[in-house]
């Protein structure tokens, strides 16, 4: 959401009535932040039924964002702001080192991509 101040501020008589603009903004942030809250419990959600449908394989980035809109059924008018939240979801839980903690292998070249660390299974190196 974007606010401009001049017309988002609440006035009376005298101006500015700085406290009820702060109960206002107050509460349309903690409204945001449930707004945040139920979308990340969503794309956490469809993430998981996506590498759950396809176990210990590597995936392309966007072909796992692509089938966690698809399984959110995500319409046009959200489709571009829930790309940005889901790739945002993906790198924030992604790490190179297992060692991390992080849910997501992410790799590039052959053999990269995405899948879970829970699944990874090192493959012996090449003598």
């Not at 609440?10 to 109960?23: L, V």
């Not at 349309?28 to 794309?43: K, M, P, R, S, T």
Request: proline share 3%; hydrophobic share 35%; charged share 25%.
């Amino acid at each position: 959401m974007k606010i401009t101040l001049n017309t988002y501020v609440i006035r009376n008589e005298t101006g500015i009535d700085i406290e009820a603009t702060m109960r206002k903004f107050r509460n349309d942030v903690v409204g945001l932040q449930c707004h945040e809250e139920n979308d990340f419990g969503a794309i956490s959600n469809a993430v998981g039924i996506v590498f759950d449908r396809y176990p210990s394989v590597s995936m392309n980035t966007d072909a796992v964002i692509h089938a966690a809109l698809v399984e959110m059924k995500v319409g046009p008018e959200s489709h571009q702001d829930m790309t940005k939240k889901v790739r945002c979801y993906l790198q924030a839980n992604s790490s190179h080192n297992r060692e991390d903690g992080q849910l997501f292998r992410v790799a590039k070249g052959p053999g990269g991509g995405l899948c879970r660390w829970s699944e990874y299974v090192e493959k012996p190196a090449k003598k």
